[in-house]
C-alpha cells in the first residue's frame, strides 16, 4: 500500500467522534522516502486548518530545532498519534488514541523508517514504553523491533516551560548525531 492510498482511508475513517469536528484531516508531511519519523501528538488549531502538522508555534518551534542541528525538514516525515484535532487542543483520550493507532502503525510499515522520534510523552508511551517520563527518559536510544527510537520534549510543552529548551537543544543534538550513525551504518 502507498501512503496516498492510506491516506484516502483515513479520509472516510469514522471510527472515533473527532472525524466530525476536524476542519481537515492532518496524515502527515515531509519526504516518503526518508529513514527519519517525527511523531507528535495530536494537530492543533493551525494544523486543523492547513491539513500540515506542526506549523503553528510549537511547529515554529520545532522548525528552529530542526535548523539548529541540520535537519532539513523536507528531508523527514513527520505526522502525529492522531490524524484529527481534538476539541479545544485537549489530550487524546485512550480511545481515541487506540482507534488512531492503526493509521501510524501502517505509516511506519510503509515509511520503514529506520529512527522514529517521539515528540512528547503521548507518542514516546505509544511507541517506545507506557511508562516513558520525558523529564527522565528524553534523549535516551532505544532499539525496538529494529528500528532505533528516541523521545525528547514536545514543543508546545516548551513553550509552557522555556526551562527545557537547553536540554532539547541537547536531544536534537544527539537526535541528529544517531540519524547520521543509524543512516551510515544500514
Ligand atoms: N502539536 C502536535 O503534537 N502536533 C502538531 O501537528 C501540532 C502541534
Known sequence: MQLSELRNICLKCTDCPLHATRL???????????DVLFVGEAPGKNEDETGTPFVGL???LLDLYLEAVGIARDKV???NILKCRPPMNRDPNPEEQAACMKYLDRQIEILD???IVCLGRISAQKLIDP???VTQDHGKVYR???????????PAALLRNPGCK???LRDFEKI???IKGVTENG
Do not use: W
Not at 481537515?24 to 526518508?34: D, W
Open 24 to 34: 481537515n484531516l492532518v496524515f502527515g508531511s515531509g519526504s516518503e522516502n526518508t
Open 131 to 133: 511508562n516513558f517520563r
Open 77 to 79: 516525515y513527520i505526522t
Open 176 to 178: 541528529a548525531e544517531t
Open 144 to 154: 525496538i523491533d529494529g528500528r532505533t527510537l528516541m523521545g525528547t520534549y514536545h
Open 58 to 60: 510549537a511547529g515554529q
Open 166 to 168: 537547553g536540554d532539547t
Open 113 to 115: 523508517p529506520k529512527i
